[in-house]
């Protein structure tokens, strides 16, 4: 067996594993959530279908090279491309404020986690300074998370929800 069919072997492996880990997980991640309060954003996208194909196809094209370094590190930009896509669709298509937490892209907050909100702790003539599309958290296990959302109405919503589960007090908007 050649070294190049090893390497090919083990990328589909590894990428067939994603395909079926990262919806276990977010279906699990989901069923911690809590009921849904509030969603947003919701779609299912062609980029997905189209970056599978390609992450598939350039790590089964690379394969016919001669085996380099950077012959595999053109493979495990496949692999990971599409991890990160398959990650994103998978939590995208569930964007919303639940009970336990927020989806936003491919990004998710537990409330339990959240420390403060740094922006909205600024009085409002410097909060101006910052992108309204754009809710910055900082997390005990994330350090700062930038939630970007695609509108800043999209964004004022998701504070108001939040401000009606208490997750945001009313004193760090003013």
Partial sequence: MSTNLIILILCYIVMIGILIFIPQNTKKL???????????GRSTNIRFYTVCVVAFLLVFIVSFQK??????????????????????????KHNGVYEKLLIVNSTFVEYSDIV???????????????PKN?????????????????????????????????????????
């Fill in 30 to 40: 989901l069923q911690n959530a809590g009921n849904l309060i509030f969603s947003y």
């Fill in 67 to 92: 085996v380099s370094f950077y012959s595999i590190i053109i493979q495990l930009c496949g692999v990971l491309g599409l991890f990160i896509v398959c990650k994103e669709a998978n939590l995208k």
């Fill in 116 to 130: 403060t909100f740094p922006v909205l702790d600024l009085p409002k003539e410097e909060q101006e300074n910052y």
């Fill in 134 to 174: 754009v809710l910055v958290v900082a997390t005990e296990s994330k350090g700062k998370v930038d939630l970007i959302f695609s509108s800043d109405e999209e964004c004022s919503l998701v504070i108001e929800k939040l401000k009606e589960l208490k997750i945001i007090t009313e004193d760090l908007q003013n």
